[in-house]
């Protein structure tokens, strides 16, 4: 049987290189025998090998013909090493260069492993890896998200997300049928849209072929940001032979590819080394579809160590290596089997630089420590700056999108808004910051927080301040001008005059909706147990949280300003700013705390169990 389905096989090989290759040959049964359900079985799956061998050696003839032998009358040619190979060894061969990706010699996936998980790696933490794939949540809820069952991928799952709600949110236009190379802003060269625009937060309209779109075209754009904008490499596993790609479809084709997996286990680079192949792509759009032809791939339960593999090839070893303060290190921190910083900021920034402060830091004696390069379309927010670890720069805290993976001791998750507005910094904010920097360009007194008249009517022409003649006589009539006093008459000067009064009685408080999605499938209180006690709906948990962020000088700051300061010659009652804008009660959690460290001040409220970053 099996010399059977090989010479058909080379028959749709051998038909494939003619010029108008007739129709594959046909396997019937017998003459007078009825054919057995096996046997047609048997004989549809060598159909459709033929079919897929014959349309691939086309397909990859004409677009590489230097890359396909060409075979002559004869059945035999000569190999590299001058041994002659039969034509249906030689046009395996080619099969396997063109399509299926080259093999990673022993010696590469040694360094490639050990890069990973370093040398004393515990079978859980394989495990782990080797068990996580890259699939949307099930659940109506959701479904915008990438769920994970299995601890430690969740940096790669994470960062990938982050990536998925860009398109998702920010360019649904994209998601159509739209030729990849088209998408220039996923390389970061498309201005911003509207920051105005506000996407709706009804998720559940998203159809599953977009939701796929946008998750191919995020890796996409995370590998050729790690090949330095110019190549991306795309791994793969040898199992998902090509006569399953095009034979078969939807669920089938994953469930092949899991019995495929069946009994497999990673616990050396060996075994990576033999299920492992590796293509390169220097065009945007081969490699979206070679993506998308290998998404249950992706899919499968070693998807995200195989992304992971992917942004690592495509940065390139040594460029990875040396992007670290300490290459000793596994990317894979112990005990956990935790995504490294390193690995994050990989898929973020396209560098494995560890450290999330803006740029380097020089310690001296030709020591540095490597951080950001540049800015980022999605940025970063940790748990660690709270607690004062560490100090997370500009680049990843303004992002070019309102996204951010937000990482925790032990898990990343992701927020994000609707709206770039979030991003836009506070008017008044703004507003007192210019003012008070022409002011203090007109401090003649080394600090002391006042300025002559006529350094006060300099800075009224600069900053467009218009106050009526008698609020500006008294401020001037003791000949000199103190900046509580003309802190104190700006908030009470409308804003078409220059002043900060704002008629809303907002005050400069900012309100909006942040939205977090923690990606690790648990309990949730919606499950329903049954009686006998079963496990509750396993789901990720999507949380909407209001935020409300006043302004650096509140009433109570500027009271406690004025009251604490010596300068204030005229004894001027201080007039109280009313603030008539009901707030709900604040509530905290961890999250609360990330959030605090982009927006100090920040207070939020939202329904429901607390957002979760672990």
């Known amino acids: 049987m099996a010399d059977r389905e090989d010479e058909d096989l080379q028959m749709a090989l051998r038909m494939s290189l003619q010029g108008s290759p007739p129709e594959p040959k046909r396997s019937k049964p017998r003459d007078g025998a009825e054919e057995s359900q096996e046997a047609s079985n048997r004989r549809l799956q060598r159909e459709l090998m033929a079919a897929a061998a014959e349309k691939r050696i086309r397909a990859a003839e004409s677009k590489s013909p230097s890359l396909i032998p060409r075979v002559e009358a004869s059945n035999k040619s000569v190999g590299a090493s001058g041994v002659p190979v039969t034509m249906a060894e030689a046009v395996r061969t ?43 949540s099930s659940d109506p809820d959701t479904c915008l998200g990438l769920v994970q069952h299995e601890g ?17 949110i920010f360019f649904p236009q994209d998601l159509g049928h739209v ?31 977009r939701k796929s779109r946008a998750l191919v075209l995020s890796m996409v754009e995370i590998l050729f940001a790690c090949g330095n904008k110019k190549r991306a490499v795309v791994s793969t596993l040898s199992v998902f032979s090509d006569h399953i790609k095009d034979g078969f479809e939807g669920g089938l084709k994953n469930e092949m590819i899991a019995k495929a997996l069946e009994g497999f286990s990673l616990e050396s680079s060996s075994d990576l080394q033999k299920v492992l192949r ?12 070679r993506l998308m032809a290998d998404l249950p791939v992706f899919e499968s339960r070693m998807g995200a160590m195989l992304f992971l593999i992917s942004a690592l090839l495509s940065r390139g070893l040594e460029s990875i290596q040396a992007d670290r303060d300490d290459p000793s290190l596994p990317l894979v921190t112990a005990p956990f089997g935790h995504a490294s910083q390193e690995i994050v900021n990989l898929l973020l920034c396209g560098q494995a ?15 540095s420590l490597k951080g950001i390069p540049t800015g980022v ?3 970063f927010l940790t748990l660690l700056e709270s607690l004062n670890f560490c100090k997370v720069g500009q ?17 990343y998750t992701v927020l994000f808004a609707l709206n770039t507005s979030v991003q836009e910094e506070n008017e008044l904010e703004e507003r007192e910051v210019k003012i008070r920097k022409a002011f203090d360009a007109q401090d003649q007194s080394g600090g002391g927080g006042f300025i002559s008249v006529e350094g006060f009517q300099l800075v009224l022409q600069e900053t467009n301040v218009n106050f009526p003649p008698e609020k500006l006589d008294n401020l001037c009539g003791s000949g000199f001008i103190v900046w509580s006093d003309f802190w104190q008459a700006l908030l009470e000067l409308d804003k078409s005059f220059g002043g900060l009064k704002d008629p809303s009685g907002m005050m400069g408080k900012r309100q909006f909706d942040l939205f977090h999605f923690n990606g690790i499938a648990k309990s949730v209180s919606s499950g329903n147990v049954t009686a006998e006690g079963e496990i509750p709906l396993q789901r990720p948990r999507l949380c909407k949280l209001s935020v409300s962020v006043p302004p650096k000088w509140t009433q109570e700051e500027f009271l406690a300003d004025v009251s604490s300061s010596s300068s204030n010659p005229g004894g001027r009652d201080v007039v109280a700013i009313e603030v008539n804008q009901p707030t709900p009660p604040p509530q905290h959690a961890p999250l609360v705390d990330c959030i605090r460290t982009r927006w100090p001040r920040a207070v939020c409220c939202w329904v429901g169990d607390a957002p979760s970053i672990v």
């Open 94 to 136: 080619a099969e396997r260069k063109v399509l299926s990706g080259e093999e990673l010699s022993p010696e590469m996936a040694n360094q490639l492993f050990t890069m990973v998980f370093g040398s004393g790696v515990s079978k859980g933490i394989l495990a782990q890896w080797s068990n996580q794939g890259i699939r949307f």
């Open 353 to 367: 630089v560890p450290n999330v402060f803006d740029g380097r830091m020089d310690l001296g004696g030709g020591m």
């Open 152 to 168: 430690g991928p969740c940096g790669v799952l994470a960062t990938l997300q982050a990536f998925v709600l860009k398109y998702l």
């Open 377 to 379: 379309e999605i940025g």
């Open 395 to 411: 680049y990843l805290k303004c992002p070019k999108w309102p996204i951010w993976v937000v990482g925790s001791e032990s898990h």
């Open 179 to 209: 030729s990849p190379n088209k998408a220039s802003h996923s390389l970061g060269q498309r201005g911003v849209l509207q920051s105005s625009r506000a996407a709706t937060d009804n998720f559940a309209y998203i159809t599953d072929e």
């Open 278 to 289: 590796v293509g390169t792509y220097t065009s945007q759009a081969a490699a979206f579809d």
